[in-house]
């Protein structure tokens, strides 16, 4: 029984790195309707510039903000760019743009970076957690910085004029432009929001998994399937669904006889499929009713 | 959690192709295939492997074409097919001894059967929930294949070394009353050649049947195909299982010319790169198939010899360009093409 | 009176199909229209074309400004409020969610007072203010969106077949909230319709379209005492 409430532990401690991954999916998701396969590479890009700018010596917290703000800026101009073009084309061409994107940044960090591993601080230190030898204070603090994300954005969806437009726009985004919504735009924010989201869950992530350009392309997988599991409408259900993912994983792991660690990814997916299956909106989405 | 259900009213995803556009018209048909026949034989032999592997890709993207732009199924899952029908061929013929052409219609039936019965499960999932679904197939295919348990038929790790076919004695018999030989590439070439009309051919007749037009039925209105009586969990399933025949088949026939078998070779990667040329070549758009093919397989060199260090950024860059150009892909370029041949004719 | 909205040679293609041939007509300020006609005339199409939601040739212009040049939310923030076709309502959101959305674009003075004016105008709403708007009955929804749509404080109003749907009554009880609203916050009115002898009544100037082209025009009680016209077109 120890070894379960172990393992159930540490899948939760694993599983903000996932739930913090899948904010950020469920905001591009609320954004464009669909999502985007290169939001973990820009996510590494982030966490690369803000390595960058502490190698140059600036303190953590203020790369930790210009970074943000980088992030922010360059979503949008990602979007404005190269998918604003592509509104009018098919779903899967922008999958396509979006794999390229994948490929694009991934070299170039791969360029200027290398691909050797890099340590990467974190501002909450690592001892043990209350004495925990499960959870250390940076998981602790993973577990609180993405709290407080899914806090912040609950207020901002449903308290503020901005936030309320967003929605809008991604509901119905006929009926928004014949508010006065340009849609247009709501969609770069979206992407701004989802790409600085990103950044920080990088951040977070890369003292974990140490900073090298594929560091989150597992993580990735991990998010995207927290996200649906948890219901892609829901940014609650994204957070709770990273930890029940890192919570699988590790049972999978675990108690699974014959699984190492190359089939514990495939398991977890098919694990979050036969929910799927029975609930096809995931756990805490909207029921999608469909009409002829 | 609300009590409000999003009511959706989807315009379909993936854009149907006009009937008369499914194909090319006669005269290019006859013109690539006049290409296709007697290319090969003023070239090297690695050109001809590499024509040979431009028709076994061009033969997979063509499955997906008809899964996706047949059916409307979305799947990253078709290099798990790919591998199954490799992986039947090399062990039937490195350990059942079975001549490598009858191993092809044993890798499509087993890969029907798996395709299938994927399908079932499949069945209650679309759009990003299949495509999770199939992405979990394609990672988990090469774990599987390098399980322990399977090592002695597997090979394992390392995989299994095929054994190339010699072109059949009456061939080199005829051949050599012209004092021709034919060697071993160029017999695969067109080995290969035949069994790419004919399942092409198949195919076209496939989207212009009944069951084609249920597939598509299916991919435009799934409720409205179910409300006029196409029985949709038949036709997915049977579309997953047709597609995954044709991946199969195109898995051995690599698997012959490339002369081996490895899990690495069939990982995610494959998957995604199928789907970028079924996109490059027009999804639904089955000649463009082998346009698609082309692109997978000569753009990344092409990008490597651009710059070694950014080969990946350079590749993206021109898929970028490929999809701002003609977004599309390459049946809009032959739309725009026969919109110019018919201004020129009058 | 000066014209409000003006429309001259206004042809509206859906990809290569032609919907609407030369049309040509004006709104005078604080007048209520009714443009009717038979289904698939392009009635719905004259609407979307002046929101430019549909590819046009021709001029509109809305108190001397063109509109063919802006995008359809920049048509709107000049003052028109446009009630779709099936409401447009998002039905995911609050009913007060709704009625804030129609007022996005405007400063945050106002507003809250403006949202009482809506529950005095359709207390019905008030009574579900918190409610989802997905889970309103047909008439309510057009009544959210009528009242959305004077969140905005708009000076033209185009409705889509308001009537669409909803039991006679309760179109009684619309037509005439939208006749007050036209008299007391000098709302200029378009109305497109099918259910001809509402629409005529509410109204001051009548427009039949057929097949795209205007095919009659007149004072509204004119047309409505023309047997022929009656008969001819509007089937009744």
Redo the contacts between chains.
């Keep these: 029984m120890e070894l379960l409430t172990n393992q159930i532990l540490a899948g939760i401690a694993t599983g903000a790195i996932y739930a913090c991954m899948a904010l950020a999916v469920v905001m591009i998701y609320q954004a464009i309707d669909h999502l985007n396969f290169a939001q973990g590479e820009m996510a590494m890009f982030s966490t690369f510039v803000s390595w960058q700018l502490m190698q140059w010596g600036v303190p953590y917290w203020g790369a930790f903000v210009i970074t943000l703000v980088f992030s922010f800026a360059g979503g949008i101009a990602i979007e404005r760019l190269l998918f604003k073009p592509l509104a009018k084309a098919p779903i899967l061409t922008h999958v396509a743009g979006f794999i390229a994107l994948f490929a694009i940044i991934n070299s170039c960090a791969g360029l200027i970076w290398d691909f050797t591993i890099k340590q990467y601080p974190t501002p909450f230190g690592s001892a043990p957690f209350l004495g925990s030898q499960l959870i250390s204070t940076h998981q602790a603090g993973m577990i609180g910085v993405t709290v407080l994300l899914l806090i912040a954005l609950y207020v901002f969806f449903r308290f503020t004029r901005m936030g309320l437009a967003m929605r809008a726009a991604a509901s119905v985004p006929e009926s928004a432009r014949l508010v006065g919504i340009n849609t247009s735009w709501m969609i770069a924010l979206g992407w701004g929001m989802a790409a600085a989201i990103g950044s920080i869950a990088g951040m977070l992530i890369a003292p974990v998994v140490f900073l090298e350009p594929n560091m989150m392309v597992g993580v990735l997988i991990y998010g995207f399937a927290a996200a649906v599991l948890g219901g892609l409408t829901s940014p609650f259900g994204a957070v709770i669904g990273g930890f029940l993912v890192g919570i699988i994983e590790n049972l999978a792991g675990t108690y699974i006889p014959g699984v190492g660690n190359e089939l514990k990814l495939p398991i977890a997916l098919a694990l979050i499929i036969t929910v799927l299956v029975v609930k096809p909106a995931g756990l805490f989405g909207r029921p999608i009713v469909k009409r002829v | 959690m609300s009590a409000v259900q999003e009511v959706v009213t989807e315009a379909p995803a993936i854009e149907a192709v006009p009937k008369r556009a499914m194909t090319l018209g006669a005269g290019t048909s006859l013109a690539v295939l006049a290409l296709l026949i007697l290319v090969p034989l003023f070239v090297k032999n690695f050109i001809i492997f590499q024509m040979t592997m431009l028709l076994v890709y061009g033969l997979a993207v063509l499955a997906l074409n008809i899964l996706t732009g047949g059916s409307g199924q979305f799947s990253l899952g078709q290099s798990a097919f790919y591998a199954v029908g490799a992986y039947t061929s090399a062990i039937l013929m490195e350990h059942a001894g079975m001549n490598y052409a009858l191993t092809l219609p044993v890798a499509g039936l087993i890969c029907f059967l798996f395709g299938f019965l994927f399908g079932q499960p499949a069945l209650r999932l679309s759009g990003v929930y299949l495509a999770l679904a199939t992405f979990a197939l394609a990672t988990a295919m090469p774990q599987f294949l390098k399980l322990g348990y399977f090592e002695y038929w597997t090979g394992g790790v390392q995989g299994l070394v095929v054994t190339k076919p010699d072109p059949p004695e009456i061939v080199q018999g005829v051949l050599s009353w012209f004092h021709l030989k034919m060697s071993q590439d160029m017999w695969l070439y067109y080995f290969t050649l035949v069994i790419t009309i004919a399942i092409y051919i198949f195919s076209v007749n496939l989207l212009r049947s009944r069951s084609g037009r249920a597939f598509m039925a299916i991919r435009d209105n799934e409720i409205a195909a179910s409300a006029m009586g196409v029985d949709v969990a038949l036709y997915k399933t049977l579309a997953f299982g047709v597609s995954a025949a044709v991946t199969g088949i195109a898995g051995g026939l690599g698997a012959i010319a490339v002369q081996f078998v490895a899990p690495d070779g069939y990982t995610i990667t494959l998957a995604i790169s199928l789907f970028l040329g079924m996109v490059v070549g027009g999804v639904g758009w089955l000649p463009g198939s082998i346009v698609g093919s082309a692109f997978i397989i000569f753009v990344p060199n092409i990008a490597e010899g651009i710059s070694k260090g950014l080969s990946g950024a350079v590749f993206g860059v021109i898929l970028f360009l490929v999809i701002f150009l003609v977004p599309h892909g390459a049946r809009q370029v032959a739309m725009v093409a026969q919109q110019l041949m018919g201004r020129f004719k009058k | 009176m000066t014209a409000l909205l003006n429309i001259r040679a206004l042809n509206a293609y859906y990809g290569q199909v032609q919907a609407l041939h030369g049309l040509e007509f004006s709104l005078n300020e604080g007048s209520v229209t009714t443009l009717l006609g038979a289904n698939g005339a392009g009635k719905t199409t004259t609407l979307r074309a002046i929101?430019n939601?549909v590819r046009t040739t021709g001029a509109i212009e809305f108190d001397g400004a063109p509109l063919s040049s802006r995008?359809?939310?920049?048509i709107?923030?000049l003052g028109i409020?446009?009630v779709?076709q099936g409401r447009?309502?998002?039905?995911?959101?609050t009913v007060e969610?709704n009625l804030?959305?129609?007022a996005?674009?405007r400063s945050?003075s106002g507003v809250a007072s403006d949202i009482e004016r809506m529950y005095a105008h359709f207390p019905v709403l008030k009574q579900r203010h918190t409610q989802?708007?997905?889970?309103l009955s047909g008439g309510e929804q057009q009544m959210l969106a009528v009242a959305?749509a004077l969140m905005?404080r708009p000076r033209l109003m185009l409705l889509d077949e308001p009537s669409f749907g909803l039991a006679p009554i309760i179109v009684r009880d619309l037509f005439k909230i939208l006749g007050k609203i036209n008299r007391e916050d000098k709302v200029t009115i378009l109305v497109v319709e099918q259910n001809a002898q509402l629409a005529l009544e509410i109204a001051d100037q009548a427009y039949v379209i057929e097949t795209g082209r205007i095919v009659m025009s007149g004072k509204a009680n004119e047309i409505a005492d023309n047997e022929d016209v009656r008969r001819s077109y509007l089937g009744y």
Excluded: D, W, Y
């Design positions: 929101c939601m995008s359809t939310e920049n709107v923030r409020a446009h779709p447009g309502t998002f039905t995911t959101m969610e804030q959305l129609g996005i674009t945050k989802q708007a997905g889970t959305r905005l």
